[in-house]
């Protein structure tokens, strides 16, 4: 997810096998849920899925599930896989959204997709791709959705060479006392603490700030995640 995206963190009841993490964007001033899920080996329950698509309106379920099926474009299907195609038999609400390419790519057999993504109520234009960076034999995917997301605030900065230094100096010599007498730990920290309070001050008064807009990415609105 891009840094500046405006986001909230859920939480998420407790699942039966898989382990998963949520947060909560706007795109086009509409509230999405995105999940991103993982099911090791032979342990995927259908139960989970249910659990997390029928807690929000827009969602989308993405990562590796360990579950293979031709429906999906897999070189074949595993057990896992036949679960959850049955399980989507009886839920025409949710789409399959699948990468490309495969995804894993064991020491021993052919490559094929564990990674995809569910898809509900998210009526979005929504991309999804292999990210060629194969450190392990697991490939990642990146899931990219059209439109234009809310943001965080953009932040602050100070421009130093802005900075009117001589100011700076006659506010930090008017204010502080260099004889002031310090007799205990506690006298210590509180002029520790005006000192700090007094550098913050000078700071705002002197030195300029620029609050351009530097989360929006190149290239127009699209947001990967």
């Not at 070189?75 to 995804?103: C, F, H, I, M, Y």
């Not at 021993?108 to 990210?131: F, Q, R, S, T």
């Not at 697991?138 to 959705?145: G, N, R, S, V």
Request: charged letters at 25%; proline letters at 8%.
């Amino acid at each position: 997810m891009h840094k500046g995206t405006k986001h909230t963190a859920l939480s998420l009841p407790d699942l039966i096998s898989a382990e998963a993490t949520a947060v909560q964007i706007e795109i086009d001033n509409k509230t999405i849920t995105i999940v991103s899920i993982y099911s090791a080996p032979l342990t995927l329950d259908p139960r989970d899925i249910s659990t997390i698509l029928d807690r929000f309106h827009r969602v989308i379920v993405v990562g590796d599930f360990n579950a293979k099926h031709v429906n999906w474009n897999c070189r074949n299907s595993n057990a896992a896989g036949n679960k959850l195609q049955n399980w989507l038999d009886r839920r025409p609400d949710v789409d399959v959204l699948p990468p490309p390419e495969p995804t894993h790519f064991p020491p021993v057999g052919e490559p094929d997709i564990l990674d995809m993504a569910l898809i509900k109520n998210a009526n979005m234009h929504i991309e999804i791709a292999n990210v060629n960076d194969l450190n392990s034999d697991h490939e990642p995917i990146i899931l990219a959705l059209r439109g234009k997301a809310a943001r965080l605030p953009a932040p602050t900065r100070l421009k130093y060479k802005g900075a009117d230094w001589e100011e700076f100096r006659a506010i930090i010599d008017t204010e502080i006392d260099p004889a002031v007498a310090i007799n205990s730990a506690c006298e210590l920290d509180s002029t520790v603490a005006n000192i700090t309070q007094l550098i913050h001050s000078a700071v705002e008064q002197t030195v300029p700030t620029r609050t351009a807009d530097p989360w929006r990415p190149e290239g127009g609105n699209q947001e990967s995640y």
